[in-house]
């Protein structure tokens, strides 16, 4: 007889709490399509819940008083408890969302980084003595944490995408309630019983599972809520903006892009085709920086639309455990839908397909998967909704540009700013393009790379706010500025401003 797939209940205030109206979410295996696991569908009270636990430990003096030095140490042996379990949940998470498990090694194996990097800022942000007019005046600011932060998470890196929310959160002092996405929740919650082993009082991090529409709204919306940080879709962050907008409650946001990958005529096209296939077909183009414009000089516009190609049809679908594997299947079937659907819309705009273009046919493995080949478009034009809107799929379009103001003009010709790549072997066109694009990220010769120590952020559309380096660590402090008066003599003229 079958076994029936595990269940997962949230984790509030250190222990595991079963959904308040009993409901679970079934969670299927994007390579296989059948359900392996189960996670709490949250409602409104358990968002109640996860929050209130998360106020009171932030006023548990087990926490708020906790010297720096020893905050930091904690975040450390986190980070070596990760090591211990990075190949189970790596595992996981390629069982929870299909991208490679080559892939969900390395970004495993830099999760560390992230809570090393932000224990080592612990004790360094500090507050300034300000000069004051009067020297009786002693003016000085403190950093401060905020108090309860809400993480919401998509679910292409689910593990990745949470540390550069908790780490720096955790870090500045704060507590944390984190909800996952309804599609990848698994390696969250076995990430985060390693809180507990670490010795983070209970109630410091706390997970709920279950729908954005449902449980992530009722955290949102919660009023002992801080501050919240958000990575999704453009959409979704629009509407968790005007929400905390409303309440004056601090965002920041994380969302969509649709990245030019720049092509110049002077660059070692071999590579900058490397570039491209790594852009967008790594992780089936399921990434927010997908590289998915690509935009090539005429005079080696062909060489790249072949080099492309031929690249694009050689790509091995298949299992995501397998180490051979180079593409895996998409997250959800709904977006394989997607990503089908915005096929039919390219050819239907008149762009033509020189790659891809459809499931593939059912090998092995591939039969009930959400697999799609890897799909190159030519002969499409900026301003076509193939080229204007996000796919979050294996899809690139390569369009030819003749100067580099004409370029600098498609580039930034849509509603996003997340990345763009640029390919040149010349110093100053690579710092005059750096310098014109709208992106928060250029990576010039080089492109999806990313560190703890090297801040991102989306223009426009893409979002607001910081993550990643010390500039993140900011987001999550509030400062205040103390103004001591040490003159003891008789009270000033009440009706006067003092300065
Ligand atoms: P999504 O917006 O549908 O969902 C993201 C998260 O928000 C999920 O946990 C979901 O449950 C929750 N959510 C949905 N509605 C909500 C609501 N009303 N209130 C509160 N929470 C709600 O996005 P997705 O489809 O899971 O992820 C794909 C998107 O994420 C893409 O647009 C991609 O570009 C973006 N993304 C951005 C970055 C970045 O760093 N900029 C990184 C990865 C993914």
Redesign the pocket.
Known sequence: MPTAPPRHDHYIDGAWVPPADGAYLPSTNPATGRVWYKSARGNAEDARRAVDAAATAFENPAWRDLPQPRRGALLRRFAELIGEHAEELARTETLDNGKLLTEMRAQLASLPEYFHFYAGLVDKPHGETVPAARREILNYTVREPLGVVVA??????PLL?TA?KIAPALAAGNTVVV?????TSASLLRLVPLFEKAGFPPGVVNVVT????EV??A??EHPRVAKVS????????S??AA?CASRFVRTTL????KSPNIVFDDADVANASTGIVAGVFAAAG?????GSRVFAQRAVYDEVVERVSARAGAIRLGDPLLPETQLGPLAIES?RDRVEEYVRLGRSEGARVTAGGQRPAAGPGLAEGYFFQPTVFVDAVNSMRLCQE?I?GPVVAVMPFDTEDELIGLANGTEYG?AAGVWTRDLARAHRVSARLDAGTVWVNTYRSMSPMSP?S?FKS??MGI?HGTEAMREYTRLKSVWINTDEGPAEDPFVLRS
């Open positions: 919401i998470t998509p679910w292409n890196s995408l550069t909800k996952p996405s309804e599609h279950g729908y954005g529409d992530g709204a955290l949102v958000f990575t999704g879709s453009t959409g979704t962050g509407r968790i929400s994380e969302l969509g892009g399921q990434t927010c920086v997908a977006q996000e979050f997340l991102r989306g893409s979002g993550e």
